[in-house]
T-cell receptor, first 113, second 111 residues
Framework: KAGVTQTPRYLIKTRGQQVTLSCSPISGHRSVSWYQQTPGQGLQFLFEYFSETQRNKGNFPGRFSGRQFSNSRSEMNVSTLELGDSALYLC????????????FGQGTRLTVV | GESVGLHLPTLSVQEGDNSIINCAYS??????FIWYKQESGKGPQFIIDIRSNMDKRQGQRVTVLLNKTVKHLSLQIAATQPGDSAVYFC??????????FGPGTRLSVLP
């Protein structure tokens, strides 16, 4: 069974640009969550989707958005990039709404210059 | 707000010894916990989980202990090996809400 797949693995963007990251969950998993990981703040929750609906959202500005498709694949978008958005963006999938057995992908390393 | 903290940011152990990584959580309503291992350049890897109706769960070479009275979680690794060197995170969840992660403990295994 394939794991959680995130693309691309690495990205370099310029301040002010926007970026879209993709996450394909484990087959059969309908819950997808996104996290931002930085050395200073650790792992912080962005949002969670289940069956194409955003169920939960963390404390991030509106520049961070996401969506989930009918096949459970999810994308997150960051608009008007800032230097502080440089981070490892991680996606986790779970088969259930209770978030049990949540497995992570390898992440997308975003660098904003 | 909710928070999950680790007592020790770094831990060094001799190869073959047992390791104990600790975690304190603040939300007494949290009902599910996961320990993750993260190696450099990789995403967090699921190690073991435990629900709040249990106080102990064992896996292969790992044991998680949950003490709800003092809101404390620990991960025990038996016969620590060089491949166990990584950062370990505990994460708590409250009835399917988002996970709250601790800052992580770096485990270094000495030869």
């Amino acid at each position: 069974k394939a794991g959680v797949t995130q693309t691309p693995r690495y990205l370099i963007k310029t301040r002010g640009q926007q970026v879209t990251l993709s996450c394909s969950p484990i087959s059969g998993h309908r819950s997808v969550s996104w996290y931002q990981q930085t050395p200073g703040q650790g792992l912080q929750f962005l949002f969670e989707y289940f069956s194409e609906t955003q169920r939960n959202k963390g404390n991030f500005p509106g520049r961070f958005s996401g969506r989930q498709f009918s096949n459970s694949r999810s994308e997150m978008n960051v608009s008007t990039l800032e230097l502080g958005d440089s981070a490892l963006y991680l996606c986790a999938s779970s088969p259930r709404t209770d978030q049990t057995e949540a497995f992570f992908g390898q992440g997308t390393r975003l660098t904003v210059v | 707000g909710e928070s999950v903290g680790l007592h020790l940011p770094t831990l060094s152990v001799q190869e073959g010894d047992n390791s104990i990584i600790n975690c304190a959580y603040s939300n007494s309503a949290s009902d599910y916990f996961i320990w993750y291992k993260q190696e450099s350049g990789k995403g967090p890897q699921f190690i073991i989980d435990i629900r709040s109706n249990m106080d102990k769960r064992q896996g292969q070479r790992v044991t998680v202990l949950l003490n709800k009275t003092v809101k404390h979680l620990s991960l025990q690794i038996a016969a620590t090996q060089p491949g166990d060197s990584a950062v370990y995170f505990c994460a708590e969840n409250n009835y399917g809400q988002n996970f709250v992660f601790g800052p992580g403990t770096r485990l270094s295994v000495l030869p």
